[in-house]
């Protein structure tokens, strides 16, 4: 038992040294610029007057109130672009809606007060 003791006390030093120089050291540089964020704001709507849908678009018989989702880009300027239906009522209230849309005016989006384009979904519920 003696020899087994006395070989673990001689290695234990280059144990030791062996698991302090693997140890890894950082070679990272910390960045001298570094950006900081006033924020984010999504876009809000302005002006969406030309968002009419007609009263009969629902027809007489079906549910009384139905959701079309949009998608969309609001750009710079705060126009809308690119208007894609994703889930459809019918072809009137979807042609209405898309057409209120690209027709409305919006407060852009903005990211670190510099206005920037966001893809925006919007769900609008048409009730008869």
Do not use: C, W
Request: hydrophobic residues 45%; proline residues 8%; aromatic residues 2%.
């Amino acid at each position: 038992m003696r020899p087994t003791l006395l070989a673990a006390l001689l290695l234990s030093p280059v144990l030791t040294a062996s698991a302090i120089a693997s140890t890894p050291k950082s070679d990272a540089v910390t960045p001298k610029n570094v950006r900081i964020s006033t924020g984010v704001t999504g876009p809000e709507i302005i002006d969406n007057s030309a968002l009419r849908i007609p009263s009969g678009s629902l027809g007489l018989y079906g549910p009384s109130q139905a959701k079309v989702v949009l998608t969309f880009q609001v750009d710079e300027k705060g126009n809308a672009q690119g208007v894609r239906v994703v889930k459809s009522v019918n072809p009137t209230v979807d042609a209405a809606a898309v057409d209120g849309i690209l027709k409305s005016h919006f407060r852009p989006a903005k990211l670190d007060n510099t206005a920037v384009p966001m893809e925006l979904s919007l769900t609008i519920v048409v009730q008869r």
